[in-house]
């Protein structure tokens, strides 16, 4: 159980004021009863919060039903109707300006909605104040003269099977038509609230629409396939897949389908991370943990800030694109060392992702400082992993790109005489000039398949790093290279670097 809910039970009226209001409880040890959880978005301030100052108030006399925004107001509703007699809505059961009590429910935030009868989502409200059980859009009365008798209308409603899309969890999710319909959808906490739920409840301007590990279902259809008329369905034909099962530990199809069982694992946490930074997060300081749920699933023998210690060369070859048509950028305030994706505002991908790669770095050390002691996970102070590979001076060049994309706004370059070398760089506070001096880090060779199926390993993939500190060889990350060719990189001698 979670160390506080919301009770809504009818017999508060010999505790409170009014018999609709609710009072925050700290379950007994043992107490098994079931509970429902909020998923929603809030949109700015949110006006009634539990604080360090009004705690002994929630917990003694109530918090009125009145004084709720309304999303709260709809999800107590909810609550009854369901026949539930608590609630968890996280502005109100954690301590908002107790930056140890927040270290700790976060933390604890896997439990909360795994263990949930059912997590009530307010999909289709944008604030906390939006509501969601408000009249819906009208559905369309056709007038059909001498069919229909005096007492009875017809109406007919839009098939909202492309906004359907959005509930996928694939890239097509930021693109999907509607998307907008849904703002929680575009959360970054969303991702771990959805994956581990056990159900939910998706109250939208037009329908309500239930999900499970099962199933999709809604009003509109019997059942819904995300991908219908697409031509192509992406992950499974009855997508359990795209629910909790997929995102335990299961690769999407299309990724299983080229790449064998035994690198199931580290491909599909690549392929949440990759979901994960397209979706937003109102404080970059969430980065880590918003997804700490889903990490703890898949970190193996060891996590630092984003990366598993088991597939750390594998998982240090990412790169970014920015998203929501933005350069990617750091955030003012530290959330991870450089080496980590963590450390970035933007959609990072991967560019290796198969096991068709020979990796020849190696990882020799690595330490991480955390916030929170009791949760790896979490936030994180300050880090650093020392790689031993073969190391090349060179000089980056920025290519300067003034149009964004659909996907984002890349920071492309390129290596001064290595013409087959394609570099991303990281952010934009990483671009001091035009032209500067690097070192590229090499983590190994890509593959390349032939039209009759043959694989050749021609070029290879590295780091690109600035020097900090020439005394402790202690560098920053400042991009990712690929394209670099094998004559080149025979002749680099071997070197150990401390990455921050």
């Known amino acids: 159980m979670p160390d ?16 609709q209001d609710l009072i925050l409880v700290r379950p007994s040890n043992g107490l098994t009863e079931t509970y429902a959880a909020l998923s ?80 009530i989502a307010a ?12 009249r819906r859009r ?41 998307f907008e319909e849904y703002p929680l959808l575009r959360r970054g906490w969303v991702l771990q609230e959805r994956a581990l739920s056990q159900r939910l409840l998706h109250f939208t301007k037009r329908e309500i629409v239930f999900e499970c590990e099962e199933c999709f279902e809604c009003e509109s259809e019997e ?31 299309h990724i299983n389908t080229f790449y064998p069982a035994k690198h199931a694992k580290w491909s599909a946490w690549q392929d949440k991370v990759r979901i994960y930074t397209c979706l937003s997060l109102t404080y970059d300081s969430d980065v880590l943990p ?68 020979v990796y020849r770095a190696k990882s020799k050390a690595f330490s991480i400082s955390l916030e929170n002691q009791k949760d790896a996970f979490g936030r994180v102070k300050n880090g650093w992993v020392r790689v031993s590979g073969r190391l090349l001076g060179a000089m980056a060049i920025y290519w300067p790109n003034n149009k964004p994309d659909e996907f984002g706004w890349p920071l ?29 880090l090499v983590l190994g060779l890509t593959g390349n398949c032939s039209n009759e199926g043959a694989w050749t390993y021609n070029y290879y993939h ?3 790093l600035r020097l900090r500190d020439e005394q402790s060889k202690t560098y920053q990350r400042i991009g990712f290279a690929d394209g670099l060719p094998k004559d080149l990189v025979r002749g680099a001698p071997k070197e150990t670097v401390l990455i921050v």
């Open 462 to 464: 590295a780091l690109v």
């Open 223 to 253: 059942r819904f396939d995300l991908y219908k008329g697409s031509g192509k369905s992406h992950w499974s034909t009855n997508h359990q897949s795209a629910l909790s099962k997929r995102l335990r530990l299961k690769p999407p199809g």
């Open 290 to 357: 918003a997804l700490s749920a889903i990490a703890r699933l898949h970190a193996g023998k060891g996590y630092i800030a984003g990366l598993r210690v088991q597939h750390i060369i594998r998982d240090l070859a990412w790169y970014t694109l920015g998203k929501c048509r933005k350069r990617p950028y750091r955030p003012k305030q530290y959330t991870a060392p450089s080496f980590s994706w963590a450390s970035i505002v933007g959609q990072v991908l991967w560019a290796v992702t198969s096991d068709r790669c």
């Open 138 to 178: 009208c559905d369309l009365e056709l007038s059909v003269p001498g069919l229909l008798d005096s007492d009875s209308k017809l109406f007919v409603r839009e098939m909202p099977r492309y906004r359907h899309q959005a509930f996928g969890w694939g890239f097509v999710s930021t693109l999907a038509h509607g």
């Open 412 to 440: 492309p370059g390129r290596l001064e005489g290595i013409s087959s070398a394609q570099v991303h760089f990281d952010a934009v506070e990483d671009i001091l000039a035009d032209r500067m001096p690097v070192f590229v």
């Open 40 to 119: 929603h978005c809030w949109g700015g301030e949110v006006p009634l919060k539990t604080l360090s100052t009004n705690i002994k108030n929630h917990l003694l006399k109530g918090i009125s039903f009145n004084a709720l925004p309304r999303n709260f107001k709809d999800a107590v509703t909810v609550t009854r109707w369901l026949g539930l007699r608590y609630v968890w809505i996280d502005s109100l059961c954690i301590i908002q300006d107790d930056p140890r009590d927040w270290l700790e429910q976060s933390a604890k935030m896997a439990d909360v909605y795994a263990n949930a009868y059912d997590t």
């Open 123 to 134: 999909t289709g409200s944008p604030t906390c104040e939006h509501g969601f059980l408000d």
């Open 4 to 19: 506080r809910l919301l009770d809504v039970g009818p017999h508060l009226s010999r505790r409170t004021a009014h018999p």
